[in-house]
């Protein structure tokens, strides 16, 4: 089989950090051939997520991937696996070779390829790794123990939503905060115990008084600004209202208060292979059984990603599920 003559691709071309959709272009790459270890994917749909405006922003380290983390793709030429099986491809060697999940077609290691079972769709697969990961790695890192709470912001978010379902399924109890009140009975329904507009009161009073003076255990934040008010730890994993906070000393030195940064990538970085294993067994096997369930959003073809780019900055990301580009 002859190479492809070529491929549409979203390429990073700088940052920009008021209008990142321009950071970036549209162009054509030559679409190569495999090696014999290597297997040619066409990809079907991929997301756009914040890390990926964070990076056209220029607020994330160079030698972070940039254009496309995460996507569903389909075999198209490897004799060693079936034609038409849809794969997760991984896209950690892409700060090497410049090349994300943002193209069409993309050579990728046979090894570093993740099977998809027929039951999950394809826009479920396509956000297999980025949020489900993140959920796992932090509920680990916080290991709450059950009954116990955590405060999360951001509680509307794709990531928020599963957070919520998977702390339920684990035994633990959410504490929410949002900025709409239409939110409330809604993640509700996706098992949150208590949702609070941090708009309308002290979110301080109102913690203490859902956890009887104890506060929560712990808490994540992907916001920013005023931490450590209303639980012991917290991990910081993203930066929604920009790359300052502010914490409370007296509670870092009185309370025994932790902050600390989360990024999924470094989490997995030191996994053996069987710990790698246990992790995609265990988010498939979440996804399979709708424990925690991918919110769906716009899709946009790969010729309209300023479109999709503009989605995802908006002033209420993915509160209507995850953007994606798609091939046509």
């Known amino acids: 089989m002859a190479s492809l003559k070529a491929h549409l691709a979203v390429e990073m071309t700088g940052s920009n950090r008021q209008e990142p959709w321009e950071a970036c272009r549209l162009g054509k790459r030559l679409t190569p051939s495999p090696g014999p270890s290597e297997v040619l994917v066409r ?139 239409e939110h409330i009975e809604e993640l509700k329904a996706h098992g949150a115990d208590e949702v609070i507009n941090f708009n309308d009161g002290d979110v301080v009073a109102k913690v203490r008084k859902i956890t009887g003076g104890r506060m929560a255990y712990g808490a994540i934040d992907c916001v920013g600004g005023e931490l450590t008010k209303g639980w012991r730890d917290c991990l910081i994993y993203g930066a929604l209202a920009g790359t300052d906070l502010k914490a409370g000393i007296l509670d870092l030195i009185f309370r025994g208060v932790k902050l600390e940064g989360f990024h999924m990538g470094m989490w997995i970085s030191s996994f053996s292979t069987e710990q790698f294993q246990e992790l995609v067994a265990h988010a498939m096997s ?31 990301p993915q509160h209507g599920g995850k953007v994606r580009l798609v091939s046509e």
Request: aromatic share 10%.
């Open 43 to 181: 990809v079907l749909c991929t997301p756009v997520n914040p890390a990926n405006v964070f990076a056209l922003q220029g607020l994330y380290p160079t030698w972070l991937p940039k254009e496309g983390i995460e996507g569903i793709s389909v075999i198209v030429w490897k004799l060693s696996w079936s034609f038409g099986q849809r794969v997760i491809p991984l896209s950690d060697n892409a700060d090497q070779t410049g090349q994300g999940l943002w193209q069409e077609f993309k050579v990728v290691p046979a090894t570093r390829v993740i099977s998809v079972p027929d039951f999950i769709p394809n826009e479920v697969a396509a956000q297999f790794i980025v949020n489900p990961w993140t959920v796992i790695g932090i509920f680990r890192t916080l290991a709450t123990p059950k009954e116990e709470y955590i405060l999360q912001t951001a509680a509307a978010s794709v990531l928020g939503r599963m957070f919520i379902q998977y702390a339920h399924h684990q035994g633990v109890k959410t504490i929410n905060l949002v900025r709409r009140n």
């Open 286 to 316: 979440l996804l399979g059984q709708k424990v925690i369930e991918p919110l769906v959003g716009q899709k946009f073809r790969f010729q309209d990603f300023k479109d999709a780019i503009k989605e995802e900055s908006g002033t209420e």
